[in-house]
């Protein structure tokens, strides 16, 4: 049982080691943060990667509580903080990165600016799924290529975490949208009003020819890395196409780009937590985005299994396994 100034959290203590349920301080908000009683905490491929000690850029050392995605209550607010009070239902990416307490927890005191009102249309479950790859597909498509209505858009790995949010904000923009997948996720795709590619059966060259008239797309937006990257600079348009990644890391020839006059840049989304500059952005971002949640153009997928505190190992042996059909929470 915990008293009023502790709280239930999981912990992991080395690379790989179980997850351990303790108890520790309830922490205090310091001025310009809020204390969130935390819902429900979101699952990604990265909390994995911490969690196996192979996401240096994380700067998440272990031991550590993990989880970078939160819903929530505000609990109570920190000096200056004035868009937000006690009793709102929050959402955010906010937590589980560059030494913060992670939101596998009870609690969590986190900065104002990363966090924004909840959709008032979707659980806590719901929205604890979205933060991370919400931000991320925002980047890429607004802040970075700048979509217009009426400009043809390839989001490859249309089924993913971060490729499903982005094929329904490029729709929600009035581009004319299409996305790579498995001939399994084919369905998903077509569902989020996107037209399916299957990558397995089609060239680069074919799929290019046959939908843009072998002129490349306007934005292509690279959720996959590796040699879909080097794929998506052969599929932008000559003359003006433009190419963002938010997984560029490896190396590549900029030669496709450079012969079709196009453009590329990346997103590194964790940077306003790790750096502390630019994180009103990431409320903006979420606050723009419930607007469109709530007007029923975006909608996380959710994977059926339910998990808690006391079960959120399976819920990363899910993840891990491949097997999991959409997002994965822990309700706290």
């Known amino acids: 049982m915990t008293d009023s100034n502790s709280m239930q959290a999981l912990i992991v203590d080395t690379a790989n080691a179980p997850f351990r349920l303790i108890e520790m301080p309830k922490p205090a908000p310091s001025a310009g943060q809020v204390l969130v009683r935390i ?7 990265l909390d994995g990667k911490i969690r196996a000690g192979a996401a240096g850029h994380a700067r998440q050392s272990l031991p550590a509580v993990l989880g970078m995605d939160l819903a929530g209550v505000v609990e109570r ?6 868009h937000l009070k006690v009793g709102d239902e929050v959402y955010g990416l906010a937590t589980g990165i560059g030494g913060a307490q992670g939101s596998l927890a009870q609690f969590a005191a986190v900065d104002a600016d990363l966090i924004a009102l909840k959709p008032r249309n979707l659980s806590m479950r719901e929205a604890a799924g979205l933060p991370l790859v919400l931000i991320t597909a925002w980047e890429g498509l607004v802040d970075r290529a700048d979509v217009k209505a009426g400009q043809t858009v390839l ?9 499903h949010v982005a094929v ?13 997948g498995s001939a399994a996720s084919l369905a998903l795709i077509e569902s989020l009003g996107a037209t399916a590619i299957d990558y397995r059966a089609t060239s680069v060259e074919g799929y290019v020819a046959e939908h843009t008239g072998g002129e490349g797309f306007d934005v292509v937006y690279d959720t996959v890395g590796g ?19 938010c997984l560029g890391w490896g190396t ?46 975006v909608k996380p997928v959710m994977d059926k299994h339910h998990f808690t505190l006391e079960t959120a190992q399976a819920a990363h042996d899910l993840l891990a396994s491949g097997a999991a059909q959409g997002r994965l929470v822990v309700e706290i």
């Open 77 to 82: 607010v920190g000096e200056g903080v004035t």
């Open 252 to 297: 590549h020839s900029l030669a496709p780009l450079s012969f079709r006059a196009a453009t590329y840049s990346g997103v590194f989304t964790l940077l306003p937590l790790l750096s502390g500059k630019g994180r009103a952005r990431h409320g903006e971002i979420l606050r723009a985005a419930a607007q469109l949640i709530e007007a029923g153009a």
């Open 168 to 180: 329904q904000i490029a729709k929600a923009l009035g581009a004319k949208v299409f996305a790579t």
């Open 227 to 245: 040699a879909t990257l080097d794929a998506s600079f052969t599929a932008a348009r000559f003359n003006g196409g433009h190419v963002v990644s």
């Open 39 to 45: 819902k429900a905490s979101g699952v990604n491929p």
């Open 155 to 163: 989001v490859q790995g249309g089924a993913g975490g971060v490729g």
